[in-house]
């Protein structure tokens, strides 16, 4: 393959495929680890009037992890004069690193019961079963984001323009495969088998990242860029603090606000609107005010002439701090308030039913949004999962949760494709890596907001009407998907955004 710089031909089927199927293997990992792995765990080592919180704890602390890392492995991926090409040696060491870090998260349930349980919950709050789970988990979201970050950099680099949105809709595919082959995976979470949980993501990571080695041609690099690394870096550490701050901050408002509300002794159904659009707000508020000043300082003097950038940022992370906060607390919504037996298994069953719509819907947006432009699409994505989550609420039985589940995937997957095509278009090919890097503010942001807020709204709501909780988020959730579409104003489309 040549680069995207000497205008390659157009790439052939295998070549996509190559260069798109480590998202496989990330999203193995993520796909059990988030909706059905971690959940279960979490539930084993902590309180169960307190496990929303708990949760939102782990994904929160992991997701700024994985905020800071990914654009930093991104911006030295750009860097790179490695023989290899820029990109490959760091997918191939942050996979290493996966291995080691995956079996810290597997010992976790080795120290149920630990004699260092008390001295823990006094001083932390946390016992040490959770407390290895955290670090493991704090770990590999380090190690996967070093792969992750460099990987986002392959489409830009080496796929011509008017193929990106065929080449993201099997990026999309890759990504969304996974929640057809865990079907297999929630049964041996609800046995307890965690260890050959664990390996099957070690497997598949490991299997992905050797046909990427094999499979891709980069041409390395001949000289680093000269800007200032370091300043770059302090730039994005900026970011990082300033999101995750923005955040913490709505997440205190919240709570502060349903103590209150509380303390008064207002109707439930009072309480319910007031915290319910306080809550919105506060999603809404630190998505912007954090995506908007943390992309300014990350981007640094050129952010003014990248606004349709931070605004496709900004628009990818309402969406998916939407969808993927549903997909993360589906587990307990399903135990708790439709009281389903296996509950990782019926989680594991309902995903899979949601990718036989998101795969096809994503690799045809691909390919539409090449014909029609990018935006027009995303929007239609937007609304239709904003759809999907009304039906969403009014559902009581598991048949109608997987209806609903569908009409959510069906518009997921035009979103997965349509929106990335769209960021490779507006971020700029000489810094593809740190650009797409930044546009992590979507990625891990999506569960520092949907989760670090929505979780202890779930576990408020719920202690006053069990099940509750679930209801009054998701609500919230069917807004951030209605206000997603709003933004698509602020976007122009565009082919391909300057150097």
Request: proline content about 5%; glycine content about 12%.
């Amino acid at each position: 393959m040549q680069t995207a710089q000497d205008m390659p031909a157009p790439l052939r089927w295998w070549d996509h495929l190559a260069m798109n199927i480590y998202a496989l293997g990330l999203s193995v990992s993520a796909g059990v680890i988030t909706p059905v792995l971690l959940p279960y765990l979490v539930a084993l080592f902590v309180a169960q009037e307190q496990k929303n919180s708990y949760l939102a704890t782990v994904r929160v602390v992991g997701l700024a992890v994985a905020m800071l890392v990914q654009p930093l492995a991104g911006m030295l991926s750009d860097r790179s004069t490695h023989p290899w090409g820029r990109r490959r040696p760091f997918i191939a060491a942050g996979t290493l690193l996966d291995l080691v870090f995956l079996l810290i998260i597997g010992a976790s349930p080795l120290l149920v019961g630990s004699p260092l349980d008390d001295t823990l919950q006094a001083r932390l709050g946390f016992s040490s079963a959770y407390g290895l789970l955290l670090l493991g988990i704090i770990l590999l979201q380090a190690s996967s984001n070093l792969a992750q970050g460099a990987f986002q950099g392959l489409i830009p680099d080496l796929v011509p323009v008017h193929q990106r949105g065929l080449s993201s809709g099997v990026k999309s595919v890759m990504e969304l495969l996974p929640a057809v082959l865990v079907i297999f995976i929630g049964p041996l979470v609800d046995a307890g088998r965690v260890w050959l949980t664990v390996g099957i993501i070690g497997g598949s990571l490991t299997l992905t990242m050797l046909v990427t080695l094999v499979g891709v041609r980069e041409r390395p690099l001949t000289a680093p860029p000269r800007d200032d690394a370091r300043k770059q870096a302090l730039r994005l550490l900026g970011l990082t603090f300033i999101f995750v701050s923005v955040t913490q901050a709505g997440v205190r408002l919240v709570r502060f606000g349903g103590l209150s509300l509380t303390a008064r002794a207002f109707d439930l159904e009072l309480q319910v609107g007031i915290m319910g659009l306080a809550g919105l707000a506060a999603m809404a508020g630190a998505i912007f005010a954090g995506v908007y000043v943390g992309a300014w300082v990350g981007i640094g003097e050129r952010a003014r002439e990248q606004r349709p950038f931070i605004w496709w940022v900004i628009n990818r992370l309402l969406f998916l701090a939407a969808v993927g906060s549903i997909q993360g607390f589906a587990q307990f919504y399903l135990a708790d308030v439709l009281k389903v037996s296996n509950p990782a298994t019926s989680t594991t069953i309902l995903l899979a039913v949601v990718a036989l719509f998101l795969i096809p819907s994503a690799l045809g947006g691909g390919r539409l949004a090449d014909r029609y432009g990018r935006r027009r699409l995303v929007g239609a994505a937007g609304l239709g999962a904003f759809a999907g989550t009304l039906l969403l609420l009014s559902a009581r039985s598991f048949p109608l949760v997987v209806i609903s589940g569908c009409i959510i995937g069906l518009a997921s997957g035009v979103f997965m494709a349509t929106s990335w095509a769209l960021g490779t278009d507006l971020a700029p090919p000489r810094e593809a890596g740190r650009y797409l890097g930044i546009s992590n503010l979507a990625g891990a942001g999506a569960g520092i907001v949907g989760a670090g807020i929505g979780g202890p709204m779930a576990d408020f709501f719920n202690r006053l009407s069990p099940g509750l909780g679930y209801l009054v988020i998701f609500a919230i959730y069917a807004g951030l998907f209605l206000i997603s579409a709003l933004t698509l104003r602020f976007i122009p489309e565009t082919q391909q955004s300057s150097a």
